[in-house]
């Protein structure tokens, strides 16, 4: 089994999902480091909310352009097998 995480977006005012970005490459423990989830979700299973401050972090690593004004943006997983 495989985790697959990716950063998804979603538009503000219609909620329709946009596009998905594949961020399987990112070492776990670094999103742990600026997500910090809950203890009871060690392998980050739940989507978690990108904020601004979570964006600057991930454009360390990532070229992907997040804007906040359109777009709500997460970081979501599923299995794949």
Known sequence: MKIIRII?????LTEVLINEIDVSSIDKEYLLKIF????DDPEMYNS?????????ELNKILTFKFDFH???????CYQDD
């Open 8 to 12: 998804t977006n979603y538009h503000k």
């Open 36 to 39: 910090s989830p809950p203890i």
């Open 48 to 56: 978690y909310e990108i904020d601004e401050q979570i964006a600057f």
């Open 70 to 76: 359109n777009f709500d943006y997460f970081l979501e």
